[in-house]
């Protein structure tokens, strides 16, 4: 007879994840600061995305998150007890003492947060095992949220002016009047960079062209575009999140850059243009062409408003330069990273068309995408392919959040 022995198990079983992408931050102690904000519930996904690559996360939460989330969801996500209040154990001295910790992240972090660490009041968890940290030097990472109208507030600017040099800030993403959390892979992406494991795009020089052009027909009329920027002002984000130094040539778009981009603010194609060649008298190591560009400008703008009392009005348009055929002129080994929209294709044809543009320009990877019905219902959503000289890769329809992130990893990935 065979006796099955027992095995009982000491660790969480949602240890098990540890280290299962990377061992990158494996023994590094990890304190998570989730305070009061709606964002919160991606604070576990963080969590988990921590320990996946090898760290050891205990969390700390405020009164006001407990009635969004459970405690026992955080403990079920990191397999350590959750502090939701300081008792006689002194757990601000045993994460925040000297060399207890060796990071500490708030996420989501509130004004109410900021303002606590920046003016030394510690009268809830969070905001003691702040004091704690702050004063042993341990590293601080704030992920700000809040709605844009209290960023803007001059009492949160100055709490943030003061502590700019003394702990770490990612930006928020803002958007739709909120200034959002950044996304759990953009805070990872900055955690793996200050334990040294750097992204290929570190330090990488990229130039960036994105949002539409206007052309002029007087000075008052125009023709234009439906492009919003979104995509492009996203990649840019996420290239600055992953360490790179990026100047984004930027056409009337409605989104708004991150900070840390240095942006050129340009109206028509021909600026766009001029720009574009001025700055490639620099040296870059990645060019991306993701503007639209107008196609076509008109021959003879006038110069004076054309008076409204003619019953017709005939306006003859010129084709203008394609920007990126011209890059590699100035540039022969740059990564060249353009984009090819076309309208309700099939695969194998918007796949041909790409591979068309790769060939005039000369590009190194063209992101086709098809901006026709489909996409038209919802311009939030999008579906690439990235097309290379070897191989095609396709995104699936996801969020523009989540399909930067993938052209980001194929710029990467080309440059192994």
Not at 29 to 55: D, N, P, Q, T
């Amino acid at each position: 007879m065979v006796v099955k022995k027992k095995i009982k198990r000491k660790d969480h079983p949602s240890l098990d994840i540890v280290s299962s992408y990377g061992i990158e931050l494996s023994g590094k102690r990890i304190v998570l600061c989730v305070a009061g904000s709606v964002a919160a519930y991606k604070a576990i996904e963080l969590a988990r995305l921590l320990m996946r690559h090898g760290a050891d996360v205990r969390c700390v939460t405020s009164n006001a998150v407990l009635k969004l989330i459970q405690p026992d969801y955080f403990k079920w996500a990191t397999g350590n007890e959750v502090i939701t209040k300081l008792t006689g154990e002194l757990e601000h001295i045993r994460l925040a003492d000297y060399n207890q910790s060796d990071l500490i992240i708030v996420y989501p972090g509130t004004a109410n947060t900021l303002g606590k660490l920046a003016n030394g009041i510690d009268d809830t968890p969070i905001s003691t095992v702040l004091t704690v940290g702050f004063g042993s030097k341990i590293p601080i990472l704030m992920c700000l949220a809040m709605h844009e109208s209290m960023y803007d507030n001059s009492a949160v600017k100055k709490n943030i002016e003061f502590l700019k040099n003394k702990i770490k800030f990612i930006s928020p993403q803002l958007i739709e009047g909120k200034a959002k959390a950044p996304e759990p892979e953009d805070v990872l992406q900055h955690v793996l960079i200050k334990f040294g494991f750097s992204s290929r795009l570190k330090n990488k020089k990229i130039l960036m062209t994105a949002g539409p052009t206007i052309e002029y027909i007087d000075p008052v009329r125009a023709i234009t575009n439906l492009s919003s920027g979104k995509t492009g002002t996203l990649l840019a984000s996420e290239l600055i999140s992953a360490g790179a130094k990026v100047t984004l040539i930027y056409g009337p778009g409605n989104q708004i850059p991150s900070k840390g981009i240095k942006v050129i603010n340009v109206t028509t194609s021909k600026e766009m243009f001029d720009v574009t060649k001025k700055e490639l008298k620099k040296k870059y190591d990645i060019v991306i062409m993701a503007a639209a560009v107008s196609d076509y400008t008109p021959e003879n703008p006038s110069k004076s408003k054309i008076k409204s009392n003619k019953k017709s009005l005939v306006i003859r348009l010129k084709k203008f330069p394609k920007i990126i055929d011209y890059v590699k002129k100035y540039q022969k080994d740059v990564l060249l990273v353009g984009f090819k929209a076309e309208t309700d294709l099939t695969k194998n044809a918007l796949i041909k068309s790409a591979q068309k543009k790769m060939k005039e320009s000369g590009a190194d990877i063209i992101v086709a995408n098809d901006i026709g019905k489909k996409y038209q219902k919802n311009p939030n959503y999008n579906h690439v392919l990235i097309v290379d000289s070897k191989k095609i890769t396709s995104s699936g329809w996801k969020k523009k959040e989540k399909i930067v992130k993938f052209i980001k990893k194929a710029i990467e990935n080309k440059m192994e």
